[in-house]
């Protein structure tokens, strides 16, 4: 069963705390230790925040489904509604909640530890090739996120979550932010990942056509949930058969669903 929300919730605010903590301060460190290679200092920023997502989702996954993001989670209520199983509409409202004021204590966090004086971002980031770069990545990570959901594959969350993102950050003309809370979060320090105020609703627009996207591609390619009864059919005496253990609807991204018992 599902973890209390306010535990779920204090997970989402932690994890997207931790997230945005690890987007800004990775960017700052790297503007510090590459001041004249803008390409070195993206990678050092998007490995830093690969790796920071996978052992956030890790740590935070069976509690909360550690989504970080609101398009993930509004995604995991809507297509949940339509299974007749997910997320609730009042925890999915405290999840967005929680995640946006996460990612904006990461800005804050951020600049503490480096030594960045509060404040909001002066970094215009804008023009269509930036709204389809954000459009492009949103869709492809809703795709991703619900095609593990569907197909059993919860477990691989972690390590293709990460590495989409940080593929994202280099395939896309937006640097990937696919994240309506970080993307929020991000608008308030001024650093290397920092984004101007005026920037963020663009951006979020983009961000929401692109869940759309990615949510119809999910139904036109995966219309069914994994069946996990299906699964574990076998036509061998119940003496013979190995223990499997049932595919899992969570921890990512229906709200921390636990796997079932294992059954012979």
């Keep these: 069963m599902a973890a209390p929300l306010p535990r779920r919730l204090l997970a989402e605010c932690l994890g997207t705390t931790l997230l945005v903590a690890a987007v ?3 960017g700052m460190a790297a503007t510090r ?6 390409g070195l200092q993206l990678l050092e920023n998007s490995t830093a925040t690969v790796f920071a997502l996978a052992v956030l989702i890790v740590i935070l996954g069976p509690l909360s489904g550690a989504h970080f993001n609101p398009v993930v989670t509004v995604a995991a209520w809507w297509l949940g509604r339509r299974d007749g199983a997910g997320l609730p509409g009042r925890d999915a409202t405290g999840y967005v909640v929680a995640q946006t004021l996460g990612a904006i204590c990461g800005a804050v966090l951020a600049n503490a530890m ?3 004086a509060q404040g909001l971002s002066a970094t215009v980031r804008t023009g269509p090739r930036l709204w ?3 459009t492009v990545a949103t869709a492809g990570l809703l795709l991703l996120v619900f095609a593990l959901v569907r197909t059993g594959r919860t477990a691989l969350a972690a390590p293709t979550v990460a ?3 940080g593929a994202a950050y280099w395939f896309t003309s937006s640097t990937s932010f696919a994240n309506p809370a970080v993307t929020i979060g991000r608008a308030f ?3 290397f990942a920092g984004i101007a105020p005026a920037s963020v609703p663009a951006f979020v627009t983009a961000q929401l056509a692109g869940a759309l996207i990615g949510v119809a591609l999910v139904l036109a390619l995966y219309p069914l949930a994994a069946n996990p009864i299906e699964e574990n059919r076998d036509d061998r005496p119940d003496t013979q058969r190995p223990v499997r253990v049932r595919a899992q ?3 990512f991204p229906d709200g921390g669903r636990v796997a079932e018992t294992p059954r012979r």
């Design 132 to 134: 389809l770069g954000e």
């Design 33 to 38: 230790l590459s001041p004249y290679d803008m």
């Design 114 to 116: 480096f030594g960045v």
């Design 24 to 26: 800004a301060g990775s």
């Design 163 to 165: 590495a989409y993102i």
């Design 249 to 251: 609807r969570g921890p």
């Design 189 to 191: 320090t001024e650093s």
